[in-house]
């Protein structure tokens, strides 16, 4: 009885659609890219268009508390990042949300720190790893129009 039971849960397990897809899909829009101003670890600000991830969608990675959260470009109006905490492996976020203006500390971990943000300025093309932003603000989506030129 036992060993029918066992069939009956492996092929109910098999014959299932496989994992339930959680949270929000990536869109278009999370590809489109961003007027910003960038202002880094040496206080520099630059101003620059056509900007986002290098590779991927334009979405962070970070961890809020226990959880992981993966916030769109979209939903951001400024991210701030202190210097990195060895003792905690990650760098100390805070995100101003675009809509309500909410303020939300997050953390971002080592290895997503080290991906290059890029767009384009009046000197010509920009990159920047992310651990070497101290302040990014969004000012505009561009999708796809080539910035403000």
């Known amino acids: 009885m036992r060993g029918i039971l066992l069939c009956v849960v492996l092929v109910g397990a098999l014959a299932s659609p496989g994992p339930v897809a959680l949270g ?3 869109t ?3 590809y489109w890219t961003y007027d910003v101003r960038v202002t880094d670890t040496k206080g520099v600000t630059t101003e620059a268009w056509d900007f986002g991830f290098y590779t991927g969608a334009n979405v962070l990675p970070a961890r809020r508390g226990d959880a992981y ?3 769109p470009f979209r939903r951001i109006r400024a991210l701030e990042i202190a210097d990195y905490v060895p003792g905690r492996g990650c760098y ?3 995100i101003t949300t675009r809509v309500k203006g909410e303020v939300l ?3 971002i971990e080592r290895a997503e720190a080290q991906r290059f943000l ?3 300025t009046e000197l010509g ?3 920047i790893r992310l651990g070497l932003v101290r302040r990014l603000e969004i000012l505009r989506f561009t999708a ?3 910035g403000s030129e």
Do not use: N
């Open 24 to 26: 929000e899909p990536l």
């Open 144 to 146: 796809g129009e080539g």
């Open 92 to 94: 100390p976020a805070r």
């Open 118 to 120: 890029g767009g384009s």
């Open 125 to 127: 093309t920009y990159r």
């Open 105 to 107: 500390d997050v953390e």
């Open 69 to 71: 959260v993966d916030v």
């Open 28 to 30: 278009d829009a999370d």
